[in-house]
């Protein structure tokens, strides 16, 4: 039987973490993607897309969907390029939030009502969590 370990409401991110975690050898799936892409409200209804693995993967694949959500994998690909981890241009420090700003999210909800189409939000604005600046990414 299979365990959903992660749920999202765009299926393309499903299969970001289902190849994820096939790279590191889980037998992962991506279930009611079909669903959500041709009924899109439907997929609140439905959880979102899931990701599953076999029960006795399970707990390993949360810890490395963990790593994935936390931004951990990010900063040690960038180590391994050799690329800075962003950092905060105040104080250094490289604990940062990112966040999606609020007339993103509302333009992206009046798009949908008015229109029934959706489109991506990105996460452009940043917060340091040491010294409470904050600023817009702008890669």
Known sequence: MPTTIARYFEPSEAHIVRALLESAG??????????VTANYP?????GGVRVQVPDEQAGEAL??????????????????????APHCPACGSEDIRRRVPGSNKLLA?????????????RESLCECAAC?????RLD
């Open 109 to 121: 909800v009046a798009v949908f009502l008015a229109g029934s189409a959706t489109f991506p939000t």
């Open 63 to 84: 810890a490395l969907v963990a790593a994935y959500t936390s931004g951990e994998l990010e900063r040690e690909l960038e180590l391994h390029v050799g690329e800075a």
């Open 132 to 136: 409470q600046h904050q600023w817009e």
């Open 26 to 35: 889980f037998s992962a799936t991506v279930a009611d993607e079909h669903h």
């Open 42 to 46: 439907l997929s609140t209804a439905l």
